[in-house]
């Protein structure tokens, strides 16, 4: 049974009930789409002309990147178009260059990779010092719009860290007196 | 040119890059009118996605004028206004003959999983995005696809990614007349999968979020019923309850990796990246469908692994359905969905940036602020 505000339509339809039900009569293209054949294996039902990759098919031209381009040991060969954004460099380079070395199956591949990530931001400082140009990390973290829009958490936030940096400082300054007094002791 | 640098994590700015230009002769070069910054982006920015390198340029959903175009292209020709799916498919491949466009074979040489996509991490092929003033659209006469004259651009820009992607999530729902669907995530692709599911037949339709701003939309745009999981002392039990014990017959998890909601998943997830992201949505999903129900994963997760219990979707005979969009494929139904009045993507469009605010677009969208459903930027605007 219907209490008052639930619209008749969706009593009909809906499987269960709520106060909050929405009547699909006031929806637009309600059901258009309704497909009774779509199954789990939709839309891969056209397996007729599965060539494998390796046979011959329509294959798209080869690109000649001029950048180095890493690629999965998954692959049988390279794919047709590459991306040619911010090539392998440095130290990072290096890691993702080894961490080509195994399939993406494995969690040394992806490890690798992240690590890599971490050691580029610091490539990414040295490199802006490099070309005498400091970056300015609150503008890049969207200073402006969390000073427009969340001045609280952005005072939070603040708090925190100088609240962690100074108990860091506190933490060290007690450690290298500790330690001098410890060489007082043993002089 | 002007482009998105992407510097760390939680750290964008805007920088002089050089020009994109043909690399292939399927290339365009394509200027830029509008992009969107996307959920997914997030995973980026957070710094979750595997080889996101230093200097790249995100944006996968951009629109923008045909500028030039390689010797092979035949389709499009400078001067076309077009929106580009974020997918980069050779139109060709075992698996684009099938229509699975999100699943090109010829695209991406960094991973076989996944094919390309525009600005997404040298895990989805290194390909410089349209978070730009310019950028290069491989296999241009695949993707691309002019606008019609009667389309509002900002219509245009959101079929390029949030719309296919939230369509496709109820389509692959399987949803029959009546069933009752759970939305997980009340980003914009969990409004359009609420607002889909309708297109398919679904009887009741249910959002989760935890941002009440979010949550009044959807239950006004899609229409649905909309729960603030904060507020609630257990979704799963919660589910249970209001489907007569049953569950629902389709969940669909429009989050991804960047969920919140379980402080153990959060903590591996998110933070310790002991998992590929926090599988919150997943697990709430898998254990509120009902017994031989569908769930349908949209969501982007890492490529590593996370902590579902599989064992329940043995033991409740649970079908899961997922998949990158297939845009191309699903573009020409969607178009019409648009004319029809069917869908109103642009409604969910709540800032306009120029190009030159990339930094505080992002943190606006990231921390939810000001209202923020879908940030659009503008290059020349
Ligand atoms: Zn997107
Ligand atoms: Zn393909």
């Known amino acids: 049974m219907a209490d008052d505000t639930t619209p008749r339509a969706a009593v009909a339809l809906a499987k269960t ?15 258009v789409d ?32 001029d950048v180095e381009i890493l690629q999965s040991i998954e692959h049988v060969r390279r794919p047709a178009v590459v991306g040619t954004s911010s090539p392998p460099s440095g130290v990072s380079g290096m890691m993702r260059r080894a961490a080509f070395r195994w399939s993406e199956s494995n969690w040394l591949h992806w ?15 040295v490199e802006d010092l490099a070309q005498a140009r400091i970056p300015n990390i609150p503008a890049e973290t969207g200073i402006r719009a969390q000073i427009a829009f969340n001045k609280r958490g952005l005072a939070k936030k603040t708090v925190v860290t100088a609240g962690i940096a100074a108990l860091a400082v506190g933490l060290i300054a007690t450690r290298r007196g500790r330690g001098e007094g410890a060489s007082d002791n043993v002089a | 040119m002007l482009a998105m640098d992407y510097r760390g994590p939680y750290r964008v700015r805007l920088s002089q890059k050089p020009m994109p230009r043909i690399e292939h002769p399927q290339d365009a070069v394509v200027r830029v009118t509008r992009s969107c910054i996307c959920g997914s982006d997030l995973h980026l920015y957070h710094g979750m996605v595997p080889d996101t390198r230093v200097g790249m340029t995100f944006g996968h959903e951009f629109c923008g004028i045909v500028e030039q175009v390689g010797s092979a292209v035949e389709t499009v020709k400078p001067g076309d206004h077009v929106l580009v799916p974020f997918n980069i498919a050779c139109g060709r491949c075992h ?12 695209s991406n040489a960094q991973a076989t999983a996944v094919g390309g996509i525009f600005g997404y991490s040298h895990t989805a092929g290194g390909y410089d995005g349209g978070q730009a003033e310019y950028v290069r659209v491989p296999y241009a006469d695949v993707g691309p696809m002019v606008i019609p004259d009667w389309m509002d651009p900002d219509d245009a820009v959101l079929l390029t990614d949030v719309v296919p992607t939230g369509y496709q999530a109820a389509e692959m729902a399987g949803i029959q007349p009546g069933d009752t669907v759970v939305v997980f995530g009340a980003g914009p692709v969990g409004i359009m999968a609420a607002r889909c599911a309708w297109l398919f037949g679904a009887g009741r339709v249910i959002v989760f979020d935890m941002h009440d701003y979010r949550l009044d939309f959807v239950r006004r745009y899609a229409p649905a019923e909309v729960y603030n999981f904060k507020e609630v002392d257990d979704v799963v039990v919660f589910m249970k309850k209001t489907t007569d014990g049953l569950g629902a017959d389709v ?3 429009a989050v991804g990796g960047d969920a919140k909601g379980n402080f153990l998943q959060w903590l591996t997830g998110s933070k310790l990246k002991l998992q590929a992201g926090s599988a919150i949505p997943l697990h709430w999903a898998i254990n509120s469908v009902k017994k031989g129900g569908v769930v349908s994963v949209v969501g982007v997760y890492g490529p590593t692994g996370n902590m579902v219990p599989i064992g329940n979707v043995v033991n409740k005979g649970i079908t899961i359905r997922a998949n990158q969009a297939s845009v191309k494929r699903l573009l020409p139904r969607l178009i019409d969905h648009v004319r029809k009045g069917h869908i109103d993507p642009k409604a969910m469009i709540t800032h306009r940036l ?17 209202g923020c459903i879908k940030p659009v930027l503008v290059p020349h605007g």
């Open chain 2, 95 to 106: 698996f684009c003959q099938q229509g699975l466009f999100g699943n090109c074979h010829e």
């Open chain 1, 34 to 65: 309704a497909d009774r054949d779509n199954d789990p294996t939709y839309p891969m039902r056209d397996q007729s002309r599965d060539v494998g990759l390796t046979r011959d098919w329509d294959r798209p031209a080869g690109q000649m990147p």
């Open chain 1, 111 to 125: 490890l690798l990779l992240l690590g890599a990530d971490r050691v580029n931001v610091v490539e990414g400082v």
């Open chain 1, 17 to 31: 009930r709520s106060p909050h039900l929405v009547d699909p009569a006031t929806i637009p293209g309600w059901g």
């Open chain 2, 354 to 370: 120029p190009l030159d605010a990339v930094a505080d677009a992002y943190r606006m969208f990231a921390d939810k602020l000001d």
């Open chain 2, 251 to 253: 969940c669909i998890d």
